[in-house]
């Protein structure tokens, strides 16, 4: 397992430091205009780590594809599903590493503990684990080409999802309110329930795949 997320640590090394510089550049637009870190504390950061994650699985996968790893993998002492659980956990990794940043800018900008903040990384986190539970049995299915066009339409159903669900009468009037901690508490148990749906799902795709 070690062995695996190296791997995938090396691969997506240039991509987490363009991420990083990405982050670091909204910071310092945000510092030097007085926007009172607008960029990084009205959605901005979750919504980039939604893409992040969603861009770092599809990195991944391509490049397994290009250099024919999973054939390789599968000569060394290692099975299809450590091959498919090494991949979702390196993929929750990049999320909760996301996730901590999403805390740090949010109280570097004072807004840490307001409940539209936590609303916000909240959901970016549950979109990334939906998003990641449905594309990557996509890319085990249909390899990345096929892949990156069924994503467009996973995309627009969660921008649909989410338009719908901003017509329920939820409130947002402190990080106690009721309705968002149901609210909350309801996502994540879905997401966390599809991930490991994702995860069966996968392996089953995996153990009656041929890799050539």
Not at 68 to 82: D, G, H, I, M, Q
Not at 113 to 135: D, K, P, R, T, W
Not at 160 to 177: A, E, M, R
Not at 188 to 193: C, F, N
Request: aromatic share 14%; net charge positive; hydrophobic share 60%.
């Amino acid at each position: 397992m070690k062995g695996l997320l190296m791997k995938d640590l090396m691969i997506s090394k240039r991509s987490l430091l363009a991420f990083s510089a990405i982050l670091l550049l909204l910071f310092f637009i945000s510092l030097a205009t007085h926007s009172d870190y607008s960029l990084l504390g009205n959605g901005t950061l979750s919504f980039l780590s939604i893409y992040f994650t969603v861009f770092l699985s599809i990195s991944l996968f391509a490049y397994d594809e290009a250099c024919k790893w999973n054939l390789y993998a599968l000569s060394l002492p290692v099975s299809k599903r450590l091959l498919v659980l090494g991949r979702y956990v390196y993929l929750l990794l990049a999320i909760l590493a996301a996730t901590c940043i999403s805390f740090a800018f949010s109280a570097a900008a004072g807004n840490l503990f307001h409940a539209e903040i936590i609303l916000q990384i909240s959901s970016s986190i549950g979109m990334s684990l939906v998003l990641i539970g449905i594309l990557v049995p996509l890319m085990y299915r249909f390899g990345t080409q096929t892949a990156r066009i069924l994503l467009m339409g996973v995309f627009l159903l969660v921008f649909l999802l989410i338009y719908l669900l901003q017509k329920f009468p939820f409130t947002v009037s402190g990080p106690g309110d009721l309705s968002i901690v149901f609210l909350v508490t309801a996502a994540w148990g879905a997401s966390l329930l599809l991930l490991f749906l994702s995860y069966l799902i996968s392996c089953k795709i995996m153990e009656k795949k041929d890799i050539q």
